[in-house]
């Protein structure tokens, strides 16, 4: 890459101008600036097959007139990256800016395509718009990039986001999800992701996915990789990433095959319900929800005292009834012990009960 994402991620730590981006190093404090030139400088230098310009990114929810500051300013470091590559026979890719505006989009493709890049990629997305903005972008700006060349959809996606965004016209991508989901423990399959760490899987000799021919699913159980993920062993995240590398690239290599076998349509249909899956075989069960019982009658609730039992309140004056002692306690201590009550009616007693309108010969009869 070329620097162009992380003038957009540390925003408060660097300064914009015409010439490139300012940032302070964080190893010595010194300034360190980096141009388009000083960009494609250093993608010779360490060999990268595929050169990208540097470009400004921005928030894909800006305002118009930002996105179209940062789109022009692209643009224009775009030449100045392609005139940098001089007779490097390593490819560059120009970068397609502005935000979720058409109107940009068309611009910049339209610009770009006007000079000799190897391949077109898509940034600007992933970095705030919803799914169905992405989705509906990459529709229209891919529809806008050459047919003869890559298109390269930068920071995208899951599983299901790639062949949304294949079946939208796009080729190429990079991301950190098939190993960064991998530290929680996320396995992407055929039949959609699986949670490992789950208690599901943990008994499970079986393999993350029994079809698979990575070096994990031969090898690995279910079961054993829970246990790596559960407590936090870095050899988890290491397996799990492998087979969701493994899966990506498989999952590309059948979509190639049915683009070339001009089956795609029937692919993507058929496929899209289950990459879009979690956890298929051992679903999450919802809580069980019984509705709850009624705690209120007019003026009065049901209150739970902070010693943890319940009583009444009053909702207009706040007034609780049994605020210290529980009713039943206070039952047994005032009326029923007092009065001597259960011995009495042991003994068959005839009992007379005056009850003054203060609940209290309820209480004892309760
Ligand atoms: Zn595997």
Redesign the pocket.
Known sequence: DSGGFQIFAMPNDRSMSEEGAKFLSYVDGKHILLTPERSIETQIAIGSDIMMVLDQCVPSTVDESIARAAMELSNRWALRSLAARGDSPQSMFAIVQGACYENLRRESAAFLSQHPFDGFALGGLAVGESKQEREDTVEYAAAMLPTDRPRYLMGVGTPIDLLEAVHRGMDMFDCIIPTAHAEQGV?Y?WKGKILLRRGAYRDQEA???AN???????TYSRAYLHQLIKTQEPLGRTLVG??NI??YHELMRTMREHILADTFLAFYEATRPWLAASDEEFPVKKPNLRPKAATELGDYEVHRSSAGFHNIRQKSSGEIMHSVIPPEEEAFALYVNQSRFLERIAKEEEVVIWDVGMGAAANVMA
């Open positions: 396995a399959t393999a993350i996915d698979c021919k990575c070096k994990v699913c031969t492998i087979h493994h899966f």
